[in-house]
Each structure stands twice: as C-alpha cells, then as structure tokens.
C-alpha cells in the first residue's frame, strides 16, 4: 500500500486549506481512514478518522467544527478540509490507512491502529 498526502503548504490565520490522500497498490474502500499531525517539537497526535463506508467520522476534540474529514472511494482518495486555520494547526499532517474494522470509533484516536502510513505534507499557519 501507498499513501501520497498532497496540499500542504503556506495559509494565514483563519484562512483553510484542504489535504488529499491517496491510496495506490490496494482496494481503498476497504480501508478506514485517519489523519493525525506532528508539530514542532510535538508528539504525533489524532486529527480525525472515517470509516471505509465514510458514514462515520471522528475528530480530536481540538479540531472539532473547524476540520472535516471526508473520502471519495471511486478516487481512492481521503480529504481533510481545514478552514478557521489557527497558527497553532501549524505541522506536518499524516494520513493512515487501517484494513482491520475496529467496533470502538476510539480506537481510530491512537496511532498502533493504522498499518500503512503516507510520507506527511506540511502546513504551516502564519499569524
């Protein structure tokens, strides 16, 4: 499996800014989907999840209502729409793939979850 992340890039404060994801190499819809983020200096940390059939969606309590996660399984491809961007969303944004259906959504919240990660794409929020 291969994830690209794309859409990384320069915003300003309160501005948005939207990153892609896409799978190669496997069936895109049978995977659940994660975004987590490392700032600088900062642990790896939970964004947001959806599951394979993108019913279901999860937020960290810190993106909530800014941040949605969406996929598009005839592209292969998961989106995390940014918009009220504060500098502190400043960091490099992973996405994450997991073949295994977990019951609990929390499980989607820790990174041992996801078996194939993509290479990161940076955003950096001015103020």
């Known amino acids: 499996v291969q994830l690209q992340a794309s859409g990384g890039g320069l915003v300003q404060a309160g501005g948005s800014q939207r990153l892609s994801c896409v799978m190669s190499?496997?069936?895109?819809?049978?995977?659940?989907m994660g975004w987590f983020r490392q700032g600088p200096g900062k642990e790896r940390e939970f964004v947001a999840a959806?599951?394979?059939?993108?019913?279901?969606?999860y937020y960290s309590d810190v993106v909530k209502g800014r941040f949605t996660i969406s996929r598009d399984n005839a592209k292969d491809t998961v989106y995390l729409q940014m918009d009220s961007l504060k500098p502190e969303d400043t960091a490099v944004y992973f996405c994450?793939?997991?073949?295994?259906?977990?019951?609990?959504?929390?499980?989607?919240?820790?990174?041992?979850?996801?078996?194939?990660w993509g290479q990161g794409t940076e955003v950096t929020v001015s103020s």
């Open positions: 959806v599951r394979r059939s993108g019913t279901s969606t």
């Open positions: 190499g496997r069936t895109f819809s049978r995977y659940d």
């Open positions: 994450a793939a997991t073949g295994l259906s977990h019951y609990s959504g929390r499980d989607y919240y820790f990174d041992s979850t996801y078996d194939y």
